[in-house]
């Protein structure tokens, strides 16, 4: 059973960072494309950024590029994946959840948030201006 854990959302003032970590386990196959996924309130959801777990291959939003890193450390069978943000904008609020899917990531995973069928619960990012 593929279980993702997401955390480490909170409050910030414009300009500030904040680190984002996703525990996932249970894969039933040995490729995946994992993610980390947004959605404001009144807003569709959107992809942020994207790595494969094989290759360490990564996508991101043009809206986050330069500013938000995406990593994935993996060990005994459980992913570690990360987002780390700095330089964080109002129009970052939003809540942020990962999310995972079996195989290769491609370039358009960002702008697919529908294909990823494993999801956490999400965590709240809040920057005020």
């Known amino acids: 059973q593929v279980e993702l854990v997401d955390s480490g959302g909170g409050s910030v003032q414009a300009g500030g960072s904040l680190t984002l970590t996703c525990l996932a386990s249970?894969?039933?196959?040995?490729?995946?494309?994992l993610g980390w996924f947004r959605q404001a309130p009144g807003k569709p959801r959107e992809g942020v950024a994207v790595i494969s777990s094989y290759t360490g291959t990564t996508s991101y939003a043009d809206s986050v590029k330069d500013r938000f890193t995406i990593s994935l450390s993996q060990a005994n069978d459980k992913d570690t994946l990360i987002l780390q943000m700095n330089n964080l904008k109002s129009e970052d609020t939003a809540m942020y959840y990962c999310?995972?899917?079996?195989?290769?990531?491609?370039?358009?995973?960002?702008?697919?948030?529908?294909?990823?069928?494993?999801r956490g619960k999400g965590t709240e990012v809040t920057v005020s201006s």
């Open positions: 249970g894969f039933p196959y040995n490729r995946n494309c």
């Open positions: 999310a995972a899917r079996g195989g290769y990531c491609v370039s358009a995973d960002t702008t697919l948030p529908d294909r990823f069928v494993w």
